[in-house]
T-cell receptor, first 113, second 115 residues
Framework: NAGVTQTPKFQVLKTGQSMTLQCAQD?????MSWYRQDPGMGLRLIHY???????DQGEVPNGYNVSRSTTEDFPLRLLSAAPSQTSVYFC????????????FGPGTRLTVL | AQKVTQAQTEISVVEKEDVTLDCVYE???????LFWYKQPPSGELVFLIR??????QNEISGRYSWNFQKSTSSFNFTITASQVVDSAVYFC????????????FGQGTELSVKP
């Protein structure tokens, strides 16, 4: 199993550009989520999904969109990048949220100029 | 609302010292899970432990131990005889049954173990 994969690993955008961060898992996990990590603020939940076709907002959803058309993929879209979205983004998945730990991807370091 | 507080932003110890990382949580759920994750300098997040709200037994795994106390809403993590390889950022996290799928993390504690 590849586990949780994220692409790209690094990205630089200009303000106003849009892009999609890719996340995929091959463990048949129902639960997937996106976090951003900023210095001194820990990991903050952006969006999450409890299964294909079901998504919901986390703590900091503004400026981001998600969709979950398959169990395996959970892309995160930045609609119009802003410098405040400069961060490290982690995707995670788990079989069940309550009984199982989350497996995290390696992260995407995004810089918005 | 759920909240996790890790009041210690940074801790520095000398190798072989014992160190305790504090985690205090808030939730209105009676069924919830608490987690600890480790983030070494390489950046990946590594799962350490999961504890549910009905199991207050302390747990020991090698040099690691966890003290869960519902009375004080705390889930503290102790490393005995710390080693340089323990240097990392440690995160405490909370999932509450009635919070949907939201796993809430604390701000993290950066542990530096010096030789």
């Amino acid at each position: 199993n590849a586990g949780v994969t994220q692409t790209p690993k690094f990205q630089v955008l200009k303000t106003g550009q849009s892009m999609t961060l890719q996340c995929a898992q091959d463990m048949n996990h129902e639960y997937m989520s996106w976090y951003r990590q900023d210095p001194g603020m820990g990991l903050r939940l952006i969006h999450y999904s409890v299964g294909a076709g079901i998504t919901d907002q986390g703590e900091v959803p503004n400026g981001y969109n998600v969709s979950r058309s398959t169990t395996e993929d959970f892309p995160l879209r930045l609609l119009s990048a802003a410098p405040s979205q400069t961060s490290v983004y982690f995707c995670a998945s788990s079989y069940r949220m309550d009984r199982n730990e989350q497996f995290f991807g390696p992260g995407t370091r995004l810089t918005v100029l | 609302a759920q909240k996790v507080t890790q009041a210690q932003t940074e801790i520095s110890v000398v190798e072989k010292e014992d160190v305790t990382l504090d985690c205090v949580y808030e939730t209105r759920d009676t069924t919830y899970y608490l987690f600890w994750y480790k983030q070494p300098p390489s950046g990946e997040l590594v799962f350490l432990i999961r504890r549910n709200s009905f199991d207050e037994q302390n747990e020991i795994s090698g040099r690691y131990s966890w003290n869960f106390q519902k009375s004080t809403s705390s889930f503290n993590f102790t490393i005995t005889a710390s080693q340089v390889v323990d240097s990392a950022v440690y995160f405490c996290a909370l999932w509450g049954r009635n919070q949907g799928g939201k796993l809430i993390f604390g701000q993290g504690t950066e542990l530096s173990v010096k030789p």
